[in-house]
């Protein structure tokens, strides 16, 4: 690898590990970041990420959130009807060339904030997004923020934006 970074946003804990796992069978150096890890845990992880010794990383919404002055953020959490803080750092991570969001987020804001994690400090970076029939009710919104950025709206999306054709008749 080139020394850049590859993070990779996915839904559930479940789905960072079996992924993890799979990517390192494969022989990929990577390692999983999300709220079940304890906070040792997860400094391991970011530092490991962030150092370059493991350039990917599976993340839930956990990685996503930052500060923009890269000091550390409480965010809140409901598991289990309980609120919980989990202390996280991403945002001086140097060099994320790529995001992927093998799972759609379940808001605009999301994947705003997730897509924000690469490209920093004028960096280019590059975000993938997985986006299925299951997602097609941001598609529109999806659009005009890609729109407004200058990105190249893939046909697909363009068609699921306009949603279905009226009957012929």
């Not at 991570?93 to 999301?110: A, M, Q, R, T």
């Not at 407004?148 to 012929?168: D, I, T, Y």
């Amino acid at each position: 690898m080139d020394g850049s970074r590859i993070l990779i946003f996915m839904d559930t804990k479940k789905g960072c590990d079996q992924i993890t796992r799979q990517l390192r069978t494969d022989g990929w150096p990577a390692l999983s970041i999300h709220g079940d890890k304890s906070q040792a845990e997860r400094d391991w992880v970011l530092s490991e990420f962030k150092s370059g010794k493991s350039p990917i990383m599976t993340a839930t919404d956990v990685a996503a959130r930052g500060d923009i002055l890269g000091i550390y953020q409480l965010s809140i959490y409901l598991f289990s009807c309980v609120f919980f803080f989990v202390k996280f750092l991403i945002t001086d991570v140097k060099d994320v060339k790529y995001v992927i969001n093998y799972d759609f987020p379940g808001s605009l804001e999301d994947y705003v904030h997730r897509i924000g994690r690469t490209g920093r400090a004028g960096a280019k970076g590059t975000a993938y997004t997985f986006f299925t029939a299951a997602n097609a009710r941001f598609a529109k919104d999806l659009i005009k923020i890609l729109e407004e950025a200058g990105q190249k709206v893939n046909p697909e999306l363009a068609k699921m934006g306009r949603g279905p054709l009226p009957p012929a008749g």
